[in-house]
């Protein structure tokens, strides 16, 4: 059906007001035109202008003349326009996290993605129409999401639906505990996490074998992308550099000797040597704990677990403590022989609840009168009603902050030696990211000059005749290679920007968009537009 003309006349005036850069000739409206991060608009006017006239063009159609419709729709040119919102801006890292500084463990342990579902999360998120790389970071202390998306604003928004909707807590909720970092500041948040500064514990190094378990996971995994891997590879190596060259990781360096201690502090001290220590589970966790209490003279503990050989191993490890092996049909009865009760299992449920616990013999007053419970576990193992319990204590991650608070001092001089190798770090992450801005560049800047010599050498070939000696083609095809890449070499060193030389991001930038001019490379607008065409066909 033809468009008449006061229907297009409308239609102008919509996309004017829905796209600010159609809008060239009006200088006033200079301040609404979405600004590229590298160059200013002015320089996208001539093609913003070419653009809005071929597009205008194929709409200003006549009502008598059904022929001369357009053979791309209005609605497929008006998606094509869409996409100009995003060639102004580089796609963005983003974390939307909740952390043991910002959400309490009911709220988390609900957000929780188990390592065995990260695969599967990383594929849902990327399936959202403004996310192109995702990564899962989630642990006892914090559920981080890493993305890389198309839209800071609406990749934003889709991740925290898509969270609302996997954990049951409304979006208003989560965004209360929310934090968010774009670009650098999340480079940096994920290096101080790696390194150590946003645990509870300084320098804990499980949080770097976590992180390193994130890379693990996401080999093979296709939304784990190119931005997101190196962000988190780089952030390994950082993790390893700060721990080498700092003292970071002296004294307690996790949450299970964090544990130990919290115990420790809540016990009088002459009863260090004589308290009654069980651990139900021999896990990683489980074992820290048995490994410190080892450490601080604690020598008599019972270990509950589902199997024997797991303890039979520790003993094996650990020589000289006084180890003992209970199954977990004894787990309540071996609580009311113990005076200090440590938890980390991965059970999905409590294991103790109000009535298990009231009925127990109390401990003795060389311990306090109080029986400790220090719950290392994330979903809890032990119920916060266990704490009603007249001669109960219950302990969980949150409450590890004592612990860090007795050494602040010590804490804050290690955290500026590391900052200062985070800053260093930083700024080479964010040097080959910005390197990547050019790769599609250079792909095409050689692909342009590739056809141009093939062209030129077969003409020249027709012309020396059909007997022309191998050799001589051959020689003829090295000569003209040769030529191109000559050529080609000062243009492409423009290009490069790996923080080995002096040379600005934004010289490279302009170098970039230069000979996107010159040879009419269209990088920029052609691999958005590839991009969220993708995202449209998934639908």
């Known amino acids: 059906m033809a468009i008449s003309s006061f229907d297009c006349t409308k239609f102008e005036t919509l996309l004017f007001n829905s796209f600010p850069l159609l809008r060239v000739n009006n200088h006033n409206n200079n301040n609404n035109i979405v600004k590229s991060t590298t160059t200013t608009s002015s320089k996208f006017s001539k093609s913003n202008r070419r653009r809005r006239d071929v597009f205008l063009r194929g709409l200003r ?56 579902e990260w695969s599967r999360a990383i594929g849902e998120l990327c399936n959202l129409n403004h996310i192109e790389e995702a990564a899962v970071l989630s642990t006892c202390n914090r559920m981080e999401i890493y993305v890389l998306a198309l839209s800071q604003h609406r990749g934003v928004k889709e991740v925290t639906e898509w969270m609302s909707k996997t954990s049951g807590i409304p979006v208003s909720e989560i965004c209360q505990h929310r934090f968010l970092l774009y670009n650098k500041d999340a480079t940096q948040h994920l290096f101080e996490v790696s390194a150590g500064l946003d645990s509870l514990v300084l320098g804990e190094g499980q949080i770097l074998a976590q992180v390193k378990q994130v890379v693990k996971v996401g080999q093979g995994v296709v939304g784990f992308g190119r931005n997101i891997s190196g962000l988190f590879k780089h952030a390994i190596t950082l993790g390893k550099r700060v721990r080498t060259e700092t003292n970071i990781a002296s004294g307690a360096v996790s949450v299970s000797s964090a544990a130990v201690e ?18 139900i589970g021999a896990g990683k966790m489980g074992k820290l704990v048995i490994k410190h209490l080892v450490a601080k003279g604690c020598t008599k503990i019972v270990v509950v677990n589902r199997s024997e050989e797991r303890v039979a191993a520790i003993c094996e490890e650990i020589k000289g403590a006084d180890i003992i092996y209970k199954p977990l049909t004894e787990m309540l009865s071996s609580v009311s022989e113990a005076d200090v009760v440590f938890t980390s299992t991965s059970s999905d449920t409590p294991l103790f609840l109000k009535d298990d616990i009231k009925n127990l013999p109390p401990v003795g007053p060389d311990v306090g009168e109080v029986r400790l419970f220090l719950d290392i576990s994330v979903p809890r193992n032990v119920s916060s009603c266990v704490a009603e319990v007249e001669g109960a204590r219950v302990y969980n991650v949150d409450d590890l902050k004592e612990v860090v608070a007795a050494n602040k001092e010590d804490r804050l001089r290690k955290a500026m030696e590391a900052q200062t ?28 000059a590739e056809r141009i010599r093939g062209a030129e050498l077969e003409k020249c070939l027709s012309k020396m005749g059909e007997d022309i000696p191998k050799k001589t083609a051959r020689a003829v095809d090295d000569l003209s290679r040769g ?57």
Not at 421 to 435: G, M
Not at 510 to 538: G, Y
Request: aromatic letters at 4%.
């Open 262 to 279: 919290l115990a420790l502090m809540k016990l009088p001290e002459d009863s260090h040597a004589s308290a009654r220590m069980l651990v």
């Open 61 to 116: 159609c006549d009502a008598s003349s059904p022929s001369q419709l357009p053979s791309v729709s209005g609605l497929d040119q008006l998606k094509t326009l869409g996409s100009d919102r995003y060639t102004k801006e580089r796609s963005s890292i983003v974390v939307i996290g909740l952390s043991i500084h910002t959400a309490p463990v009911e709220m988390r342990e609900k957000l929780a993605i188990p390592e065995a």
């Open 421 to 448: 190798i985070i800053t260093e770090e930083s700024n080479v992450f964010e040097a080959w990211r910005d390197s990547l801005e050019t790769v599609p560049t250079i792909k095409k800047l050689r692909a342009y």
């Open 483 to 539: 030529i191109v890449n000559k050529l080609l070499h000062g243009p492409m060193q423009h290009l490069r920007c790996d923080g080995s030389d002096s040379r600005t991001l934004s010289e490279t930038l302009e170098n970039m968009h230069a000979l996107n001019r010159m040879f009419a490379l269209e990088t920029e607008l052609a691999v958005i537009e590839q991009k969220i065409r993708a995202k449209q066909s998934q639908k």
